[in-house]
C-alpha cells in the first residue's frame, strides 16, 4: 500500500459541523485513518498544539479580521499544506459569519469575518451547512488518490476534483442571489428544484416550475448554487460516474 497522506483539521470561527458531517462517515472515516491517511492535526480531536506540514488541510471557518491569531492561523496553513480545502460554507463563503457586525460581549470588536479564500489561496471548496459527510469522504479518498495513486488514479482523482476547485476559483460569495444571476437570468434554470432541496432553511420554493427565495432567511451558504446542476455541471465527472463510484466503494471495503 502506499504512503497515508498526512490530514489535518483547522479549526477557525466555525461551529466544528463540519468536524461533525467528516466523523458522520462512522466507520468509512476509521477505515480512511486506517489505510489512507493520518489525522496530523485537530485540535477538538489530538493533542498537537501547533500546526504541522499537511498533505491535505480541512479548514473549517472564516477568519475573524480582528483576531490576529486566526490571521497568522490561516497563513501558516497555506504555508504548510499542499492542498487547502474551504470545509463547509464558513470557510468558502462566510455564510452565517457573513452576518457578524460586533458590538457584542467580550470582544466587541471582532466584527469582521472573511472566508478564507479571501486571505489564501484554496485549492478547492466543499460547500455546504453542514457539509455532506459523503462529499468529505470522497475528497478525502480523491486527495489521497491524487497524491500517491498511479498515473490512471491520479487522471480520475483529478477529473473528480476540478469542478470543487473551479469552485474554489469562481470566488468567495454564496447566496441564492447566486442562482439568480449565474443561472435563472441566463436561461438555464430547467425547473429540477435541486436548489430547494438543497437549501438547510427551507429559504428557496419553486413557483411555477421557477426558484423563488426568501432572502430574510438566506445564510448565505452557498449549497443551492453548488448543488444546481445548471451551475458548473460536469461532463468529465459524469461520463466517469461509475469508475468513480466503484473506486470509492472498493477504498471503502
Ligand atoms: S438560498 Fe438556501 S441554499 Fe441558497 S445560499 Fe441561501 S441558505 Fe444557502
Ligand atoms: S437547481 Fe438550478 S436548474 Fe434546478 S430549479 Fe434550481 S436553479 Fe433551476
Given amino acids: 500500500m502506499a504512503n497515508k497522506i498526512k490530514l489535518g483539521h483547522v479549526h477557525l470561527s466555525g461551529c466544528t459541523g463540519c468536524l461533525v458531517s467528516v466523523a458522520d462517515n462512522n466507520l468509512g472515516l476509521i477505515k480512511i485513518l486506517d489505510d489512507y491517511a493520518d489525522l496530523v492535526y485537530s485540535l477538538t480531536l489530538a493533542d498537537v498544539r501547533h500546526i504541522p506540514e499537511m498533505d491535505v488541510a480541512l479548514v473549517e471557518g472564516s477568519v475573524?479580521?480582528?483576531?490576529?491569531?486566526?490571521?497568522?492561523?490561516?497563513?501558516?496553513?497555506?504555508?504548510?499544506?499542499?492542498?487547502?480545502?474551504?470545509?463547509?460554507?464558513?470557510?468558502s463563503y462566510g455564510n452565517i459569519t457573513r452576518f457578524s457586525r460586533g458590538g457584542q460581549h467580550n470582544q466587541?470588536?471582532?466584527?469582521?469575518?472573511?472566508?478564507?479564500?479571501?486571505?489564501?489561496?484554496?485549492?478547492?471548496?466543499?460547500?455546504?451547512?453542514?457539509?455532506?459527510?459523503?462529499?468529505?469522504?470522497?475528497?478525502?479518498?480523491?486527495?489521497?488518490?491524487?497524491?500517491?495513486?498511479?498515473?490512471?488514479?491520479?487522471?480520475?482523482?483529478?477529473?473528480?476534483?476540478?469542478?470543487?476547485?473551479?469552485?474554489?476559483?469562481?470566488?468567495?460569495?454564496?447566496?441564492?442571489?447566486?442562482?439568480?444571476?449565474?443561472?435563472?437570468?441566463?436561461?438555464?434554470?430547467?425547473?429540477?428544484?435541486?436548489?430547494?432541496?438543497?437549501?438547510?432553511?427551507?429559504?428557496?420554493?419553486?413557483e411555477f416550475g421557477k426558484p423563488q427565495g426568501e432572502r430574510d432567511l438566506c445564510i448565505k451558504c452557498g449549497s443551492c448554487y453548488g448543488a444546481c446542476p445548471r451551475s458548473f455541471f460536469n461532463f468529465d465527472v459524469m461520463e466517469e460516474f461509475e469508475s468513480i463510484s466503484e473506486i470509492i466503494a472498493g477504498a471503502l471495503k
Fill in 64 to 91: 475573524c479580521i480582528q483576531d490576529h491569531e486566526s490571521v497568522e492561523e490561516i497563513k501558516e496553513t497555506r504555508k504548510k499544506s499542499k492542498i487547502v480545502v474551504a470545509l463547509g460554507s464558513c470557510s
Fill in 108 to 206: 466587541p470588536q471582532h466584527e469582521s469575518f472573511l472566508p478564507i479564500g479571501d486571505l489564501i489561496d484554496v485549492d478547492l471548496y466543499i460547500p455546504g451547512c453542514p457539509p455532506s459527510p459523503e462529499l468529505i469522504r470522497n475528497v478525502a479518498i480523491m486527495a489521497y488518490l491524487l497524491l500517491e495513486g498511479n498515473e490512471d488514479q491520479k487522471a480520475l482523482a483529478g477529473k473528480y476534483l476540478k469542478p470543487l476547485m473551479d469552485l474554489a476559483k469562481r470566488g468567495t460569495s454564496g447566496c441564492f442571489c447566486d442562482l439568480m444571476t449565474d443561472v435563472i437570468n441566463q436561461g438555464l434554470c430547467m425547473g429540477c428544484g435541486t436548489c430547494a432541496a438543497s437549501c438547510p432553511v427551507r429559504a428557496i420554493s419553486l
